[in-house]
C-alpha cells in the first residue's frame, strides 16, 4: 500500500494538516521479492526523510525507518534525562537534585513571571518518531522530527502535577528540520524567543546522522512567540563555518544595551558569537570572541542588567562553572565554581523571584546505559 501525505493551506497560515490515502497493492504494481530486497538495499534514512518532506511516503520507507530508529535508539544519548537542582544566591545547593523528564537532550529553562519552569529540549522518547510517522507525520511540521531530532515543550506550574507536555506548540516549519539544541529568552520587548540548530532535509547525510558531523555551514534560526505556543516562521540567523565544526548548541543573549549576541561554545577551544545590533542582519564569521572555555553555554540578561553565562568547563564532565559580564561581550567577572555532579553534562539556569538559582542538566539513566550495554553483549 502506499500512503500519500496531501497537505493544505487554512486561511494565510500553511496548515500540513495529513490525509492519508491507502492504495491496496495490486497484482500489476506488485514487484518481484529481488526487485523489492534491491531497492531497500539502495535505500537510506535520508531519502525516507526526504520523501516525508517531498509529501510521499510507501510502505517501504516505514520499514527503512523502522530499522534505522531500532538501531538509532541504542545510542548512549537516548538515555538522557532531565535533572534540576535549586541553589542559594551563594550557588549552594538548597533542595535535593530531582529527575522532572526523561529521555530528553540538552536543555532549556526559561522562568515564566509566573513563576512556572518552561523548558524546551531534544526530545528523544524512543518509541515517538515511529508513533508520529504511522499516526500524525504533520507534528513533524511543527516541532520537527521528534523521537529522533525534534524540540520537545514542557512546563511545570508548580500545581502539583510536575511537568507537563505542551501538544499545541507550532514552529511552523516550511520545510522539515532536524531540529536541535533549543534556547529560550527573552527579547528586551518581553517576547519570548527560541533558538535552535537545524538540518533541513536536503542537507541531512545519508546513515547515522549526528548534528555535529553534518557538514558546514551549521545554521542557527531564530524565531518569536506570537501567540500562545505558536511562534513565527523561522528566521535563518547565523550559517556558521567557524572552527572545525561549525558549532552546535546556540544560546542567544539579549543586551542591556540593545542587540543580541548568537553565542556558541565550543568551537573548537572557546565561546564565540554573532552580534547582531536590529536582529536581522547577522555576519557570516564570528565577531564576538571570549576567553570561556566552556561546553553548552547558556546565557541569560539579569534583572539588574548583567549578564551571565552557565557552561560546563571544557574537558570536565560534571563540572559546572558561571562568569558574568557587564557588556555581553567582555567576560571577565569570574569564573566561579557552580555546581559539581558526577556524570552531569548540558547545564541551564535562570533565577526565580526570589533570587534563587534553578538549575538543570542532564544525567545519564543508569538502567537504560545498563540495558543498553547488556543488549551489546
Given amino acids: 500500500m502506499i500512503y500519500w501525505m496531501i497537505f493544505g493551506c487554512q486561511e494565510a497560515q500553511q496548515n500540513h494538516a495529513v490525509t492519508v ?20 538495499d539502495d535505500r ?3 531519502d525516507v526523510l526526504r520523501n516525508l518532506d517531498a509529501g510521499v511516503l510507501s510502505e517501504q520507507d516505514i520499514a527503512i525507518a523502522e530499522n534505522f530508529m531500532a538501531d538509532k535508539v541504542s545510542s548512549p544519548v537516548y538515555c538522557d534525562d532531565i535533572w534540576r537542582v535549586q541553589l542559594s544566591a551563594d550557588r549552594v545547593p538548597i533542595r535535593e537534585p530531582e529527575m522532572v523528564w526523561p529521555h530528553a537532550s540538552v536543555p532549556d529553562l526559561l522562568i515564566l513571571p509566573s513563576g512556572a519552569h518552561l523548558i524546551v529540549y531534544n526530545d528523544l522518547r524512543p518509541d515517538l518518531f515511529m508513533d508520529i510517522l504511522r499516526e500524525d507525520p504533520a507534528r513533524f511540521w511543527r516541532q520537527g522530527f521528534l523521537g529522533y531530532g525534534g524540540i520537545g515543550f514542557s512546563i511545570d506550574r508548580f500545581d502539583g502535577n510536575g511537568f507537563v507536555e505542551l501538544l499545541t506548540v507550532d514552529l511552523q516549519f516550511e520545510s522539515l528540520q532536524l531540529a536541535v539544541d533549543p534556547d529560550l529568552g527573552y527579547t528586551r520587548d518581553g517576547e519570548i524567543r527560541l533558538s535552535w540548530f537545524g538540518m533541513t532535509t536536503d542537507v541531512l547525510e545519508d546513515g547515522f546522522i549526528s548534528p555535529m558531523q553534518t557538514e558546514k555551514p551549521h545554521r542557527f534560526y531564530r524565531s518569536q512567540q506570537v501567540d500562545a505556543w505558536t511562534f513565527s516562521e523561522p528566521f535563518l540567523a547565523v550559517s556558521s563555518s567557524a572552527g572545525s565544526t561549525g558549532g552546535v548548541d546556540p544560546s542567544i543573549l539579549s543586551l542591556a544595551d540593545g542587540g543580541e549576541i548568537l553565542y556558541v561554545g565550543p568551537l573548537d577551544h ?24 566552556g561546553a553548552t553555554v547558556d546565557t541569560i540578561l539579569r534583572s539588574d542588567g548583567t549578564h551571565e553565562m552557565f557552561y560546563m568547563k571544557n574537558g570536565f564532565l560534571g563540572e559546572f562553572e558561571t562568569i558574568s559580564s557587564l557588556d555581553g561581550f567582555q567576560w571577565d567577572i569570574g569564573p566561579y565554581k557552580l555546581y559539581s555532579e558526577e556524570g ?34
Avoid at 490515502?21 to 531497500?40: A, G, K, L, M, R
Avoid at 533565577?351 to 543498553?372: H, M, P, V
Fill in 270 to 293: 572557546y565561546a564565540m558569537g554573532w552580534h547582531s545590533t536590529d536582529l536581522i542582519s547577522w555576519t557570516d564569521a564570528p565577531n564576538v570572541e571570549t576567553d570561556v572555555s
Fill in 344 to 377: 552531569a553534562h548540558n547545564p541551564t539556569a535562570d533565577y526565580d523571584d526570589e533570587g534563587k538559582l534553578w538549575l538543570y542538566y542532564n544525567q545519564w539513566n543508569d538502567d537504560c546505559i545498563a540495558d543498553l550495554e547488556n543488549s551489546m553483549q
Fill in 44 to 46: 537510506s534514512f535520508g
Fill in 21 to 40: 490515502y491507502i492504495d491496496q497493492d495490486t497484482p500489476e504494481n506488485q514487484t518481484d521479492q529481488t526487485t523489492t530486497e534491491s531497492v531497500e
